[in-house]
């Protein structure tokens, strides 16, 4: 299906008339939305899932989460829903420990999904330009949105700035 929405792109046609419409995984890969990698991480073999996430230094239950809540981040934004005063499905999951430190984090927030790209970004440089905008923003409409209603506590900064080495 994703083969035949991307025929006019030029990886497709190079490979459709240099290898006879053969294409390797790596070149089909480039082809998912982020919700099919979502869901093809999620169907992979346990062991492969393990492998992956250890990697990142989480659970594989933790990474099949993340990826999901990203998704459903992307889709909103991409298709302007509603993201103020929004309770987000699924929960997004975070380790005992940082729970226990922020208790009063809501995890079905947007603040929450923000707090899994911040912690899936690449490294620091990214995580501190992510965190930088969202406070700017934050500042420039400080007087006309509630940070409640969008699951920011008021230590938000903060709490976003220990990700940076986390």
């Given at each position: 299906k994703d083969k035949g929405y991307y025929k006019d792109s030029l990886?497709?046609?190079?490979?459709?008339?240099?290898?006879?419409d053969k294409m390797p995984l790596w070149v089909m890969v480039e082809l998912l939305s982020f919700?099919?990698?979502?869901?093809?991480?999620?169907?992979?073999?346990?062991?492969?899932?393990?492998?992956i996430a250890g990697a990142l230094g989480?659970?594989?239950e933790t990474l099949i989460n993340h990826l999901?809540?990203?998704?459903?981040?992307r889709n909103k934004c991409a298709h302007a829903a509603r993201l103020y005063n929004t309770k987000f499905h699924p929960a997004a999951r975070f380790n005992p420990q940082f729970l226990r430190s922020h208790s009063t984090l809501k995890n079905d927030t947007l603040?929450?999904?923000i707090l899994i790209l911040i912690k899936r970004l690449p490294d620091?440089?990214?995580?501190?330009?992510?965190?930088?905008?969202?406070?700017?923003?934050?500042?420039?409409?400080?007087?006309?949105i509630s940070l409640s209603r969008i699951g920011f506590p008021m230590n938000y900064f903060d709490i976003l700035n220990k990700q940076i080495n986390a």
């Open positions: 990886i497709v046609k190079h490979h459709r008339d240099k290898y006879d919700s099919d990698i979502s869901k093809l991480y999620s169907c992979m073999y346990y062991s492969e899932q393990n492998n989480i659970s594989s999901h809540c990203l998704s459903v981040l603040f929450a999904y620091n440089r990214f995580k501190k330009s992510f965190i930088n905008e969202i406070y700017t923003v934050i500042e420039e409409y400080k007087n006309d």
